[in-house]
C-alpha cells in the first residue's frame, strides 16, 4: 500500500484528489489530510479514508476536530507547526494541495522526507523555485506538477531532450472578464470575478484566473519547473480550455496535451506516474466541439502578465514578493477595499518598493528570508491600501 497525506484536503484540489483515492482504497495508506475551517468535512474524510492524523490550520478550531473524531481512534492537531509535523510523517506520495505561500513549508517539509511532492501549490515554486528544487535533489525527492499547464507540458516532454525544446506554450482561458469591455474592469465585483467560464476551482484561484494572476504565477511556475528563459515562454489564450499547454521543439514540431477540463486529469497523472491508469474524466469529442479558438493575450487588460516577465527576469526574492503582494492585494479586493484594476498597481508598488532595498530581493533563498518577505510584502500592501482610502 502507498503511503498517501493530502494537505489541504477540503479544498478543490483536495476534494478531487479524494475523490480518485477513495476509489481504490484498499491500494492507499492515508497518513495525513489537512484543512482549514471546514473541521466536519475534515474529518468525514478523515474517518472514510481511514487517516492516521488530521489537522486544521487553525489552532483555536482544535477541540471542533476533536469532537469531530471522536471514537474514530484518529489523531487530531492544529495550527501551521502542526501541519509542518504532519508533512514530517514519512509519506510515499504528498498532494501539495494548499493555497496560498502558507503550502510551501510543509511542501518543503515533504521533500526533506524523500516523498513524491504533487505540487498543485504553484506559489511554492513562485516564491522559493531554487530552494525547492535543490531541496528536491539532496533528498532524492520527486517533484510532479499538478497545475494543468504544468501537467501538460510536463506529459508533452516525456521521451524529449529538453536541448530540443524552443518554447513552451501555457493556454489561459481568459477568465471571467475576457469578453467585457475594457472600461468595465474598473467597477468588477468579487461576485462577478469568482465565476469561472469553464473550470471549477476554489475562490481565489479563479478571481486570479480573471485577473490573470494566475497565469502570472503559472510563467513563474513554468521558467522554475523546467529550466526554461523566460523569452521561451509564452501565453496563448485559448477560451475552450480543452488544449492545456503545448511544447514546441527545435523541428518547429509543436506537441500539444488536451483533455476535458476537469482537473482529475493532471491529479491522476501524478498520482498514477509513470503509468497511465483509468481516470473517471469525460472523453474529448472534438467533432462535437468543432472548433478550437486562439489568440494573444491582451497586455493591457492583463498587467500581471508584464509584472510576472519583470519578476522571471528579476530572480531572487522577487517572486516572494510578487505572490505575497497579490495574495494580500486579493484579500482586499475580497473584503472590497480595492478595486479589481487597482490590484496589479498595488502588486507593482510593492515589486518597485523591494526594488528601492535591492538588498532585500538579493537575499539569499532561505526559507526564512522568503517568510520574512513574504510578511513585509503583506505589510506595504496594507500601508498603499490604507494611504489610498485615507
Ligand atoms: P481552495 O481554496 O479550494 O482550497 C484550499 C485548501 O487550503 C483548503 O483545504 C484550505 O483549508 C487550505 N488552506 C487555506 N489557507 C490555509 C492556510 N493558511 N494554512 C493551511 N491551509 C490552508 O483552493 P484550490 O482551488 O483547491 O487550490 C489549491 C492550490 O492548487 C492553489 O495553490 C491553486 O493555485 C492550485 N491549483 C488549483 C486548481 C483548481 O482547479 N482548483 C488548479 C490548478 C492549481
Ligand atoms: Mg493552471
Redesign the pocket.
Known sequence: MRKVSI??????????TIDLIGRDPSAYDVVAL?????IEQ?AKDARRLNADLAV??HEDRLGDLRDALAGSGIEAAAG?QA?TEAAARPADWVM?????S??LP?GLEALKQGATLAL????TLVCAGALVLETARKHDAKLLP???EHSAVFQALVGEDMQAVERIIITASGGAFRDWPLSDLASATVEQASSHPN????????I?SASMF?KA?ELIETKEFFGVAPSQIEVLVHPESIVHSLVGFTDGAVMAHMGAPD?RH?IGYALNWPDRRDLPVDRLNLAKLGQLRFHDPDEARYPALRLARHVMERGGLSGAIFNAGKERALDHFIDRKIGFLEMADIVETALDRAEAESSLIDAPLTLDNVLQTDHLARKWVDETVAQRAG
Not at 501539495?96 to 496560498?100: D, E, F, K, L
Not at 498543485?120 to 506559489?123: F, M
Open positions: 494537505f489541504g484536503a477540503t479544498g478543490s484540489i483536495g476534494q478531487n489537512t484543512g482549514g475551517a471546514k475534515l486544521t490550520a501551521q501541519l501539495s494541495a494548499i493555497v496560498g502558507a503550502g510543509p498543485a501549490n504553484k506559489e499538478v497545475d494543468s473550470w471549477n476551482m476554489g475562490q481565489r484561484i479563479t486570479d494566475n504565477l482537473m493532471a
